[in-house]
């Protein structure tokens, strides 16, 4: 069951390479598969200090100059995803779990968003939980996107985006050298974005196809929750019949299909209450 | 010959599949895994659902464990193995499953130790269902690809 191949350094390239964590086993299966079946060489841990070891995260070297492409490792391949080369691998991608023991998902994002050499990898959060405050904060913080398990085909076909957005930053000047983790100047113009996008989307309850612009803004806007759906929220008690509680899952993932943009990640804001 | 029973063990496995999401056994995340499998992941299906027959039977056992555990009742620690068992259900479409751990843990959460238990013997039924048809599913489907390799020599009639 290997799938470490980059930790050789031997990373093929064509494929984007992402680093799953997770301290589940099968979801760790899962989305290995999930991440194969797209095409991505995968490698995976069950957590996120395990992560930060892969990505050769150094805590105590946090103001490394820039290196220019021409001082990369021997063992780096040609395409050049980053421009940091503290990196023991080049991981275009992280997806991380939130709740793990020791060092949550959100914990191991801003690390990785703090640390000079990795915060340009995007990183994405699955959770099991639908919480909207957790969300926003993770997004807040800087994750990409925020998929609710189980994570399906339709939510990795998202992730390709960002490993190309990233691909493309390489070639601009490098931000400001702040190194705080928490994103106060940047955010604020997504920020407006994301109120503008709430106020057109308060007048059309159904999520339209918005794929161009989910790459260059921030994906998830928070929406007011429609009395269905917050039905849909609070079934607790078995059984339901299959239909009822995916009813909302099919009627989107119809519209994956015909391939709409999935936004699943709108959905998310959809329920404010959770399931207890 | 040899279609014809193909036919019939694919008929027999839909049959079955059919009856289990009707029931609310299985979710539409089961047909996920499907899916996943193909010629590269053969055994996908089977693969992760004997990982969560491994890890949801030591869930279970450490579960009655807790709660004969009169004293000194951890319902922390239930909490955390509800979680676990919650999502691996949720992760291989086990919705009946799923449902009755989010009913414990609400138990739990009350620190009611007579709704725990009574939660763990609904647990502990619908797992054993779900494992016996999970079983049957697979048997099928190891007939249909045993005859799918099998080459009967042509009879004469």
Same mark, same amino acid.
């Given at each position: 069951?290997?799938? *470490?191949?980059?930790?050789?350094?031997?990373? *093929?390239?064509?494929?984007?390479?992402?680093?799953?964590? /997770? /301290?589940?086993?099968?979801?760790?299966?899962?989305?290995?598969?999930?991440?194969?079946?797209?095409?991505?060489?995968?490698?995976?841990?069950? *957590?996120?200090?395990?992560?930060?070891?892969?990505?050769?995260?150094?805590?105590?070297?946090?103001?490394?100059?820039?290196? *220019?492409?021409?001082?990369?490792?021997?063992?780096?391949?040609?395409?050049?995803?980053?421009?940091?080369?503290?990196?023991?691998?080049?991981?275009?991608?992280?997806?991380?779990?939130?709740?793990?023991?020791?060092?949550?998902?959100?914990?191991?994002?801003?690390?990785?968003?703090?640390?000079?050499?990795?915060?340009?990898?995007?990183?994405?959060?699955?959770?099991?939980?639908?919480?909207?405050?957790?969300?926003?904060?993770?997004?807040?913080?800087?994750?990409?996107?925020?998929?609710?398990?189980?994570?399906?085909?339709?939510?990795?076909?998202?992730?390709?985006?960002?490993?190309?957005?990233?691909?493309?930053?390489?070639?601009?000047?490098?931000?400001?050298?702040?190194?705080?983790? /928490?994103?106060?100047?940047?955010?604020?113009?997504?920020?407006?974005?994301?109120?503008?996008?709430?106020?057109?989307?308060?007048?059309?309850?159904?999520?339209?196809?918005?794929?161009? @612009?989910?790459? /260059? @803004?921030?994906?998830?806007?928070?929406?007011?929750?429609?009395?269905?759906?917050?039905?849909?929220?609070?079934?607790?008690?078995?059984?339901?019949?299959?239909?009822?509680?995916?009813?909302?899952?099919?009627?989107?993932?119809?519209?994956?299909?015909?391939?709409?943009?999935?936004?699943?990640?709108?959905?998310?804001?959809?329920?404010?209450?959770?399931?207890? | 010959?040899?279609?014809?029973? $193909? +036919? #019939?063990?694919? $008929?027999?496995?839909? #049959?079955?599949? $059919?009856?289990?999401?009707?029931?609310?056994?299985? +979710? &539409?995340?089961?047909?996920?895994?499907?899916?996943? &499998? +193909?010629?590269?992941?053969?055994?996908?299906?089977?693969?992760?659902?004997?990982?969560?027959?491994?890890?949801?039977?030591?869930?279970?056992?450490?579960?009655?464990?807790?709660?004969? &555990?009169?004293?000194?009742? +951890?319902?922390?620690?239930?909490?955390?193995?509800?979680?676990?068992?919650?999502?691996?259900?949720?992760?291989?479409?086990?919705?009946?499953?799923?449902?009755?751990?989010?009913?414990?843990?609400?138990?739990? &959460?009350?620190?009611? #130790?007579?709704?725990?238990?009574?939660?763990?013997?609904?647990?502990?039924?619908?797992?054993?269902?779900?494992?016996?048809?999970?079983?049957?599913?697979?048997?099928?489907?190891?007939?249909?690809?045993?005859?799918?390799?099998? #080459?009967?020599?042509?009879?004469?009639?």
């Amino acid at each position: 069951m290997g799938s *470490s191949v980059a930790a050789m350094g031997m990373v *093929s390239d064509s494929k984007f390479h992402v680093l799953a964590v /997770d /301290d589940s086993v099968i979801d760790r299966k899962l989305i290995e598969r999930l991440l194969k079946t797209s095409s991505f060489q995968v490698t995976t841990v069950d *957590s996120g200090s395990k992560a930060l070891e892969f990505l050769g995260y150094d805590p105590g070297n946090n103001s490394i100059p820039y290196v *220019s492409p021409n001082h990369h490792h021997h063992h780096h391949h040609h395409h050049h995803h980053h421009h940091h080369h503290l990196q023991e691998v080049d991981v275009n991608l992280v997806i991380t779990d939130y709740c793990m023991p020791g060092m949550t998902g959100y914990d191991l994002l801003k690390k990785i968003k703090g640390s000079k050499a990795l915060r340009n990898i995007p990183v994405v959060i699955m959770s099991s939980e639908n919480v909207p405050a957790r969300i926003n904060r993770c997004l807040e913080e800087g994750a990409e996107e925020f998929f609710l398990k189980p994570v399906r085909l339709s939510d990795v076909n998202r992730l390709k985006p960002h490993m190309l957005k990233t691909k493309l930053k390489c070639g601009k000047p490098e931000r400001t050298e702040e190194d705080e983790p /928490d994103s106060g100047s940047q955010s604020q113009a997504p920020e407006q974005q994301h109120h503008e996008q709430q106020e057109q989307l308060q007048s059309q309850q159904v999520p339209t196809p918005l794929q161009d @612009q989910d790459q /260059d @803004q921030l994906p998830s806007v928070p929406v007011l929750p429609t009395p269905q759906q917050e039905q849909e929220q609070l079934q607790l008690l078995p059984p339901t019949p299959p239909q009822q509680s995916n009813n909302n899952n099919n009627n989107k993932r119809k519209a994956m299909e015909d391939g709409l943009s999935p936004d699943r990640t709108r959905r998310r804001y959809n329920g404010i209450t959770t399931m207890v | 010959m040899l279609g014809f029973g $193909a +036919d #019939r063990l694919r $008929a027999d496995m839909n #049959r079955l599949l $059919a009856l289990l999401f009707h029931q609310g056994i299985l +979710d &539409e995340q089961f047909l996920q895994l499907q899916q996943l &499998e +193909d010629e590269s992941s053969p055994n996908f299906v089977s693969e992760v659902v004997n990982i969560y027959f491994q890890e949801s039977e030591r869930l279970l056992k450490n579960l009655r464990a807790l709660l004969i &555990e009169r004293e000194l009742t +951890d319902y922390k620690k239930m909490g955390n193995h509800l979680n676990q068992l919650m999502g691996s259900s949720s992760s291989i479409g086990a919705n009946r499953v799923r449902n009755v751990c989010i009913a414990f843990r609400a138990n739990s &959460e009350q620190n009611n #130790r007579a709704g725990c238990l009574g939660t763990l013997e609904v647990l502990e039924h619908e797992y054993c269902y779900l494992k016996s048809k999970l079983h049957e599913l697979f048997q099928i489907e190891q007939q249909r690809v045993l005859g799918a390799g099998v #080459r009967y020599p042509m009879h004469q009639n």
